[in-house]
């Protein structure tokens, strides 16, 4: 079983430009989420994609989007970065079962991507 | 919407016992959890406990749970210097989204 990854490990990049960054979620499972980690502070949510349809969404501008696709990997989409955007941004797979009606409860979390933006 | 608060430090000696405390907003939570995060690592999920649920023990590790009073805590026996890390608290309601701490720093002295 392989876990979580995501790519890259590290990036800089300017005020005003665009960033993707890729997460391969863990076999098995068919839901991503997304979170933005600020130093010292915990994970905030941005989206949730299941079945390549974005499934919730927390407080994050629209410059903010994602994408998931069949193999269930997923990206997310930053655009016209700001300094605030500098931050650890962790994905998480978990597993929706097919009937859908129950939402998971366990994420397991991929490494993240330490974004700098100057 | 839920919030979640931890004292941010801790300090033990090595073969001591660690009490991280937690407290949450939302009583509607239904799943609250423990999480470890190492240096330049991700998050790697230790336990979590239902809300209908008191206690949960899991070897080391051991979760209370308080509902009325909305505080959750997790109880690390025999703490090693391999526990130094960030624990975060978490909790979820019907959406299943956790909604985290801003961590406590654990530090082990040997």
């Known amino acids: 079983e392989t876990g979580v990854t995501q790519s890259p490990t590290h990036l800089i990049k300017t005020r005003g430009q665009q960033v993707t960054l890729r997460c391969s979620s863990q076999?098995?499972?068919?839901?991503v989420s997304w979170y933005q980690q600020a130093l010292g502070q915990g994970p905030q949510f941005i989206f949730q994609?299941?079945?390549?349809?974005?499934?919730g969404r927390g407080n994050f501008p629209p410059r903010f989007s994602g994408l998931q696709f069949p193999n269930y990997s997923s990206e997310l989409n930053v655009n016209a970065l700001e300094l605030d955007d500098s931050a650890l941004y962790l994905c998480?797979?978990?597993?929706?079962?097919?009937?859908?009606?129950?939402?998971?409860?366990?994420?397991?979390f991929g490494p993240g991507t330490r974004l700098t933006v100057t | 919407g839920e919030d979640v608060e931890q004292s941010l430090f801790l300090s033990v000696r090595e073969g001591d016992s660690s009490v991280i405390n937690c407290t949450y907003t939302?009583?509607?939570?239904?799943?609250l959890y423990w999480y470890k995060q190492e240096p330049g690592a991700g998050l790697q999920l230790l336990t979590y406990?239902?809300?209908?649920?008191d206690m949960k023990q899991d070897q080391r590790l051991t979760v209370l749970l308080n509902k009325k009073d909305k505080h959750l805590s997790l109880r690390i026996a025999d703490t090693q210097t391999g526990d130094s890390a960030i624990y975060f608290c978490?909790?979820?309601?019907?959406?299943?989204?956790?909604?985290f701490g801003r961590g406590t720093s654990l530090i082990v002295h040997p």
């Open positions: 994609y299941y079945r390549e349809e974005e499934n």
């Open positions: 939302d009583s509607s939570s239904t799943y």
């Open positions: 978490a909790a979820s309601g019907g959406s299943y989204i956790p909604t």
């Open positions: 406990i239902f809300s209908n649920m």
């Open positions: 076999s098995g499972h068919n839901t």
């Open positions: 998480a797979s978990s597993l929706i079962p097919a009937w859908g009606a129950a939402k998971s409860y366990e994420q397991y």
